[in-house]
């Protein structure tokens, strides 16, 4: 459904962007977004092998303005694209989860420097992915294969770490995902133990978002990323099961977006238009899997409550609204 | 304690029936005996399947994989890191039967699909997974069953399940073909939707009985209103279908046979063996595992070591398992799925339906160099884990003369049993330069060496072409 109301909350399904591309127009296999000024957006392109690696920057209305970026393991370039922010001057961060290191851009692309260090010391990357700059300009990045969260100034400078790898609370196995809410706590996606946990600024363990002990309701199977609104309600892409899911502030759940592009992108439609078969052949099948979601892997609320779905498997993002003036119809229509 | 025979007819079991193991694993599977192993490998649902989730994580590329070699090497992956290794070979195994090619189907993901079917079903009853093949959409599209009408038949896919999938050339007639294939129609693909830009959606098989022939037909001696399952069902109650088969097991786990298009004319060349199949098949009604588990057992099995030249499916996966580099998710998988191509075997896209002609035609001058520089280059990389592992055993034993160096990087590769030739050519090289020492870090590093280029020597020789 197009419109999902849930717990006094409203969701309506807005439009998507996106559509597959080695290169230039689209992405492959995205893995991060970043919402920056102006309505433009970086997505980061995973590829495969040794093509589709890039960043690439577009407007949420459909304006492919270019991408930057490639394979290889020279300045500005990546191996496995992973994570994407952006700092408070626009510069662009990108974590490669092979090379184990942030590779730093302007706004426009152009590299400016990298920085990290292999490893399992204090400071040391293995498997860097989500990231995300706190009130200070400090930079928080998940250091996944080393089951912790660290942080570093926007330079690289070690600052201090938390977590350990685990099931308990304040525990990690493999996580992904993270952002920051406008208290400073910190949400990670913990992807193996299939759970979000919630931490103060310091690190210290406040809530988790998961299952329902008994009924199992809320349940995640390999979050990915996650994000909070101005009502301090917590966007998971529950990766595994192909859906978005939404719990209020205190952890109890609300319900579950599937995802709803019943209209393809502009770019997708252009492409499907210019093929008198392909537009035969949809006319006969049921085109309701295409709609759905399939692995969403990051999720971004901008400042009006609007949601972004990323789908690494779909090559595109879906816009849901979060709508505050919602009005019940007759329900005698 | 396992002895060295035990463990060398280990190694030839996990040859055959996976994809070959390192002198550890083969110790501590001999601890546990020969029989309990096969069992062990029969019964794959013992073991941990490959974690899809970690996989597609670090490899999104792989799920739905777009176009090859992405999906040969999503394979490749499988087959060097499964810890069911019969599973996955007997996957291999209906690939090269059942051959699917991407060059007609152009949907990589469907083909992926099919090879989780054989993974699924691949060591049940034959009659089972002839129903699951007919039933597989990029089979049905490969072999024209989408265009099989009532009325209108298109044999191609009822040729081909009798010549090439179950009883062979001379065991029907025309008219055979012709009511199998009628008996098929109404089996086709649902509406699907088409690619674009938002990648692949599976195909899904349909059934259309306002397609389908239900009139009577006579097929093989049998009459009655046949579907495509009661065909199939007459279909593996055949003995020529049974020894068919038991050829083809033969062929691909215990020694090389004659190419298939000549088997109505050429006998086989054990065939004791063949009969002891045919017996398994019959008596439990066409079960693969108990095949399998007769064939594994038996004297002719382990009597065949490097018997079988090894396909370059084989021999890519079985060198990359052994150098250890390839054992997590990781780019370059690309590179061993191509490399399975530049030596004969392109997975997932064979030639034709009749599949790859094996045994001594997956060489050729071409195909020898890629195969022995492919080996030598892996095995001579003494920065490799698996070769490191190898230079770590030969240590443990402290100074070796030469000919104990050579007996143990054999013992290390395989066993590797090599002709007088070959042990010749191993010897002189390392008499040449002494006693293997490791007192000092010179001696170690110079040790070090000479064990890289002892092992690329042993994978560039002859021997190491059979498995």
């Known amino acids: 459904m197009l419109t999902t109301v849930a717990a006094g909350r409203v969701f309506d399904y807005s439009y998507c962007i996106g559509m597959y591309g080695m290169s230039g127009q689209g992405f492959w296999s995205p893995q991060d977004f970043a919402l920056a000024d102006d309505n433009v957006m970086y997505v980061i392109s995973r590829g495969a092998e040794e093509l589709g690696q890039r960043i690439s920057r577009v407007t949420q209305d459909h304006q492919f303005l270019g991408q930057f970026g490639a394979n290889g393991r020279g300045d500005g370039q990546f191996v496995w694209p992973r994570s994407i922010a952006l700092d408070g001057d626009g510069n662009v961060y990108a974590s490669d989860d092979f090379l184990n290191r942030i590779s730093v851009f302007d706004p426009e692309g152009g590299f400016i420097s990298c920085w990290g260090e292999a490893g399992d010391g204090k400071g040391e990357l293995n498997g860097p992915c989500g990231m995300a700059f706190d009130a200070d300009g400090n930079v928080l990045v998940v250091d996944s294969q080393n089951h912790r969260v660290q942080k570093f100034t926007h330079k690289g400078k070690h600052l201090g770490s938390f977590g350990g790898h685990g099931k308990g609370d304040g525990d990690f196995n493999l996580p992904w995902g993270l952002c920051l809410d406008t208290d400073g706590n910190v949400y990670v996606a913990d992807w193996k133990n299939n759970r979000v946990q919630k931490f103060d600024a310091e690190g210290n363990f406040l809530l988790k978002f998961e299952a329902a002990p008994r009924s199992g309701v809320g349940d995640l199977h390999g979050p990915t990323g996650v994000a909070v609104d101005s009502e301090g309600d917590v966007y998971v892409t529950d990766w595994g099961n192909h859906r978005l899911q939404v719990y209020a502030p205190d952890g109890r759940f609300i319900t579950s977006l599937v995802g709803d592009a019943q209209q393809p992108s502009p770019w997708t439609q252009t492409y499907i238009d210019a093929n008198p078969d392909i537009v035969k052949a949809r006319r006969r099948v049921n085109l309701e899997p295409e709609w759905r979601f399939r692995r969403p892997v990051s999720v971004r609320v901008d400042e009006n409550d609007r949601i972004f779905v990323l789908e690494a498997n779909r090559h595109r993002i879906q816009v849901y609204d979060k709508v505050k003036d919602y009005e019940e119809h007759p329900l005698n229509l | ?467």
């Open chain 2, 1 to 467: 304690m396992a002895n060295r025979e035990d463990i060398a007819l280990m190694g030839h079991l996990m040859r055959r029936a996976g994809f070959g193991a390192s002198h550890d694993e083969l110790r501590e599977m001999t601890e546990g005996g020969y029989e309990a192993t096969v069992d062990n490998l029969l019964n794959p649902e013992r073991f941990d399947p490959v974690d899809d989730d970690l996989l597609f994580r670090y490899m999104p590329g792989y799920e739905g994989a777009l176009g090859p070699p992405l999906n040969q090497a999503e394979w490749v992956y499988r087959m060097i890191n499964t810890e069911r290794p019969l599973e996955e070979k007997m996957a291999l195994f209906w690939h090269q039967l059942f051959a699917t090619g991407n060059s007609k189907v152009d949907n990589p993901p469907e083909l992926t699909q099919q090879i989780a079917m054989f993974r699924r079903v691949g060591l049940g009853k034959f009659r089972d997974i002839l129903v699951e093949l007919a039933q597989n959409p990029a089979m049905i599209f490969w072999l024209d069953n989408n265009g099989n009408h009532m009325g209108a038949i298109n044999e191609n896919w009822g040729r081909e399940l009798l010549e090439l999938f179950s009883m062979g050339v001379g065991n029907y007639s025309e008219e055979d073909i012709k009511e199998a294939s009628r008996a098929f129609t109404g089996w086709t693909i649902g509406p699907k939707i088409p690619r674009n830009p938002l990648g692949r959606f599976y195909w899904n098989f349909e059934y259309r009985p306002e397609d389908h022939d239900d009139g009577e037909k006579t097929f093989l001696g049998h009459s009655g209103n046949f579907d495509g399952q009661d065909i199939i069902d007459i279909v593996v109650n055949q003995p020529a279908t049974a020894r068919f088969l038991s050829r083809h097991l033969y062929n691909f786990f215990v020694a090389d046979e004659p190419q298939v298009p000549s088997w109505n004319i050429t006998p086989p060349n054990d065939p004791d063996a063949i009969d002891q199949l045919v017996a398994a098949y019959d008596e439990s009604d066409g079960d693969i595992r108990a095949m399998l588990r007769v064939l594994f057992n038996s004297d002719f099995f382990k009597q065949a070591r490097f018997s079988r030249v090894k396909s370059p499916a084989e021999l890519v996966i079985s060198t990359a398992r052994l150098a250890g580099n390839f054992n997590a998710p990781r780019p370059g998988f690309n590179s061993l799925a191509f490399e399975c191509a530049y030596q004969g075997q392109e997975l997932l896209n064979p030639p034709s339906v009749e599949s790859w002609h094996t045994g001594s035609e997956w060489i050729d001058g071409g195909a020898l160099v890629r195969r022995v520089n492919f080996a030598a280059n892996l095995l001579g990389d003494t920065s490799l884990p698996g070769v490191k592992s190898i230079v770590a055993n030969l240590r443990s034993r402290g100074a070796l003369s030469p000919d104990d160096m050579v007996d143990a990087c054999l013992e290390m590769v395989g066993p590797l049993e090599v002709g007088d030739i070959t042990r010749a050519e191993l010897l002189d090289e390392a008499r040449g330069a002494g006693e293997l020492r490791w007192d000092t870090e010179a001696d170690v590093a110079e040790s070090e060496k000479r064990v890289g280029v002892m092992l690329a020597l042993i994978a560039a020789s002859r021997d190491f072409q059979f498995a």
